[in-house]
Nanobody, 125 residues
Framework: VRLVQSGGGSVQPGGSLRLSCEAS????????WAWFRQAPGKEREGVAA???????TTADSVKGRFTISKDHSRNTLYLQMNSLKPEDSAMYYC????????????????????WGQGTQVTVSS
């Protein structure tokens, strides 16, 4: 499975960005997808996740501002980020797993085996 990310960049506080993650090399079945981020000196943290049935979960820190979605026809995962804050600045990674994951574990890094290359998001004035 290969995950290729695009998007990201620099934006002022209050601005918006959309991250994309194009997947290849998998063949359906149960699948779970997520976005993580890691700021310098901090642990990687889950931001949002989506199951193959469409159920999503979002971290409290971004709830109401970030939206995860997946276009099955394009095999592409998205993260729409609105009302960005300086504390959202980090390297963002998409991830996937084809093992069953409970809703409670969808934002845990250890549940995911496949990772994108990462893309930087910087929010500053």
């Amino acid at each position: 499975v290969r995950l290729v990310q695009s998007g990201g960049g620099s934006v002022q506080p209050g601005g918006s960005l959309r991250l994309s993650c194009e997947a290849s090399g998998y063949h359906g079945g149960s699948n779970f997808w997520a976005w993580f981020r890691q700021a310098p000196g901090k642990e990687r943290e889950g931001v949002a996740a989506i199951r193959s049935d469409g159920d999503t979960t979002t971290a409290d820190s971004v709830k109401g501002r970030f939206t995860i979605s997946k276009d099955h026809s394009r095999n592409t995962l998205y993260l729409q980020m609105n009302s960005l804050k300086p504390e959202d600045s980090a390297m963002y990674y998409c991830a996937a797993t084809f093992s069953r994951v409970s809703m409670l574990s969808l934002l845990k890094t250890q549940e995911y085996q496949h990772w994108g290359q990462g893309t930087q998001v910087t929010v500053s004035s």
